[in-house]
C-alpha cells in the first residue's frame, strides 16, 4: 500500500512539473496578393475581394464548406412556383447584423433597389436587369417606382422574387455576394464611406470587420449575432496585403503567417516536392488576356486571330507560370456537364493550338493588312501588379514582337488604377480572365453580351447575344445545352479574348489550418476552420 502510495504521488509531481497544453489559438493570417478595388457587395465584381466578401456576408443560399453543394444560407427554406418563374424566400427566426440590430427580408429588397440605381455604379447590375420582372424599366426609370419590380417583402421573414423567365439557376446566381443584404442605416449615415471603418462595416456573415488598415490589411472577428455563430471557431482572420510574392513566401515559411494566395511560379514544384501546403483544387475559370475590340487594331478580328495563333501557351505554362493547367482555346472553361458530356467537349480550337502557330498567325496578320507587321501601329500591353502575371506578361509581348514583327511596350499599375483604365476602355491588350462566380456557363456568356456591365472588351454580336438571351430561360437544361454551345462557338470564333489556359485554384496553407473549403470560383470559405496543434 505504501508503495502504491509512493508511486502515485511521484507521478503526480511528474504531470504537474510539465504545464498544460493550451488550445491553439484560434487565428489565422492569410496574405493576398493585391488589395480589392472595394468591398461593397453590391458594387464590385473584384476576385480580390472575394476573401472578404464571402466571409463578411452571406444571402439567401449559400455553399456547404463540406462538399460545395448548394445550401440554405439565411433563408432556411424557399418554394418555387410551377411556371418556375416565382421564388419565395422563408427567412430564418431572429436574424441580426453584425451590430446587434434586427435583420428583415426588407434588407434584401432596400439592396436589390440600392442595385438598380445607376448612381450606384454597380457591377452585377446586368443579373437584375436580365431576369428580374420590371428591373430593366425601374433602371431606365426609377419614378415608375420600386414596387413595379419582382422584389418584394412580403413580411419581415418572407421575400418574394418574381423572374421574367423561367431560370433553373436562379438559386445558383443567388450565391453571388452581390445578393447578399446591405443595412441601410449604416450607408445613410456614412455615405459611400461605409466600407472605409470597420465601425461602418455592418454585416451578416460569420465574421465581422474589425480593422480597416488601407493598404496593409482587412481584420475579421467572429460576429457572435451570425445565426450559425456556435458552428465557427476561429476567433480572428487578418488578411495582409503583400503584393511581392517573395516577402509572402518568406513570411509563410517562417511560420509568420498561415497561408497566402498566390504562389510565386518558380517555387512551385519546390513546395510540392516539400508538401509545404500547396492546396490545389478544380476551378471553373479561365485565364485571357481582354483584346480592346472597339480600338484599332483590335476592332479587327483577323488582328486578334493572330495574336491568338501566335501565343506559345504551353511555354507560358510550363515554363513561366509552373502550374499545373490545361492551355485555353476559349473564354469559356470546361466543368459544366449534362448527361456526361461536358459542354467543352466538342468545342472547335477555332485554329488555335498548345504551342505557337507562327505561319498561321502571319497569315492572319497579312490578311488583316499588315504583312510582316509593316504598318502595324505600336501597342501596349497592360497588367496589374503581379509578380508571376508580370513574368508571363514579358514572355507574351517576346512571343508576338518574335512572331508577327510588331512593337508591343508593357505597362502596369496597382489593381484599382488599372481596372478603371480597364472598364474606361483605356487599353490595348489587358491581363484579364475570370473565375465563374457559380458554375453554370451563363456565368461566362452573360459577359461578352452588348452592353453587359462585365463586358470590358467591348465585343458586340447580335447572333449571339440572341442565342445567350434565348438560353437563359430554357428551362429543358439539355435543350439549353445546345444552345450555349452555339454561342460559344460563335464568340470563340471571333476572339474577343486571347484564351491562355483553365484555372486550377492553388494556394498555401499550412497544414494545422483545417476545415476550410475553396469553391469553383476560388472563393475561401472560412466558416468552419479551425487551427489544430
Known sequence: MKKFLLLMLCLMLTVSAFPAFADPAQEIIYALA?????????????????????????????YSTEDGSLIPGEAEDWEISEDGTVYTFYLRDDLKWSDGSAHTAQDYVYA?????????GARYVDFLLGYVEGAAEYYEDNSLGFDTVGIKALDDQTLEMTLIAP?????????????????????????????????????????MMSEINLGESFVLVKNPYYYDADEVNLEKITFRFIADLGTSLM??????????????????ARLKAEDAGVVMTPGYGTTWYDFNCAKAPFDNVLVRKAFSMATDRLAIIEDVVQTEAEPAFSFMAPGYVVDGEDLMDTADDNDLSDEADVEGAREALAEAGYPNGEGFPEITLSYYSNETVGKVVEALARQWQDALNVKIKISNADWAVYYDEHVQGNYDIGAMGWSGDYVHPMTFLQIFKTGDANNNVFYSNEEYDALVSLAANMTDAKEAFEVMREAEAVAAAEYPVMPLYYKANTMLMHDNVEGYFVTPSNALLLKTAYVTD
Open 34 to 62: 493585391n488589395e480589392p478595388d472595394g468591398i461593397d457587395p453590391g458594387i464590385t465584381n473584384n476576385s480580390f475581394a472575394s476573401p472578404i466578401l464571402n466571409n463578411t456576408f452571406e444571402g439567401l443560399v449559400t
Open 112 to 120: 436589390m433597389k440600392r442595385i438598380l440605381d445607376p448612381n450606384t
Open 167 to 207: 431560370a433553373p439557376y436562379w438559386l445558383d446566381i443567388l450565391t453571388m455576394w452581390t445578393f447578399s443584404p446591405i443595412q441601410e442605416a449604416t450607408v445613410a449615415a456614412n455615405g459611400d464611406r461605409w466600407t472605409a471603418s470597420a465601425a461602418a462595416y455592418v454585416s451578416n456573415g460569420p465574421f
Open 251 to 268: 513570411a509563410y515559411e517562417n511560420g509568420d503567417i498561415d497561408g497566402m494566395s498566390s504562389i510565386p511560379s518558380a517555387d512551385m
